[in-house]
């Protein structure tokens, strides 16, 4: 399963979507579901970098592998306990002027990949995203 | 960085240009230049998209930001985006207050 760790930082950004990129690519996606699973793990990965290590600093880890058929994508940190998945969806279809800021991230993230699972293990949080 | 945007505000009319990618990295930048036009009064606010070619829930944030903000009476564009932006923007439910056409002309 190749892996690679980094520094949760916004600047690292950029790296981690060349890796993610590049092991979507290597599934056979086209550039249009790259894209997108870029796009989910994009709203995975900031949501680790912005409020996992209130504070201080810390690492984040990659892993990917090939779901037979399409990509599984482990994001994992070590974190303060939060499960995203435990956010309340937003209404997307309440007027402008209430919308609320947050929560779109995690809101499309679900809707663009097929699978996502958390899970809290040796003091770790396991985010597994699935695309077939 | 160079910026992947540009705004200008004149007689009402706010547009804001986007290219390239709007996402984590950048959008808290242009956030910080629309919040210059706080107080203004605005009309009509143009998100002009047509080199747009990513764009993820930190930038459509910032969208939601300026609608509510810098343009809460204002009429709201989305112009030539294309394909993969009009997905994000449809997905999360913005094109309900986004008038979205391949060009702007101006009324």
Known sequence: ?132 | MDPKFSVDCKEGMAKVELCGRLDATNAPLLQEELKKLIGQKIAHLVFLAKDLEYISSAGLRVMIFAKQKIGVDAHAYLIGAQDAVLSVIKMSGLDNFLTIQDTYNEQ
């Open chain 1, 1 to 132: 399963m190749p892996g690679i760790s980094f520094a949760a930082k916004i600047e690292n950004l950029e790296a981690m979507f060349r890796f993610i990129r590049k092991e979507a690519q290597a599934q056979g996606f086209d550039e249009k579901k790259v894209s997108q699973i870029q796009l989910a793990a994009e709203e995975a990965l900031v949501n680790v970098i912005k409020y996992a290590y209130p504070g201080k600093s810390g690492d984040l880890e990659i892993n990917c592998s090939n779901k037979e058929p399409g990509l599984e994508i482990e994001i994992s940190d070590s974190g303060i306990p939060f499960n995203p998945l435990s956010l309340p969806e937003p209404d997307i279809h309440s007027p402008m002027e209430k919308r609320k800021i947050g929560g779109l991230g995690i809101f499309m993230l679900r809707k663009i990949m097929d699978e996502v699972k958390y899970k809290r293990e040796d003091n770790r949080n396991i985010l597994t995203l699935i695309k077939h």
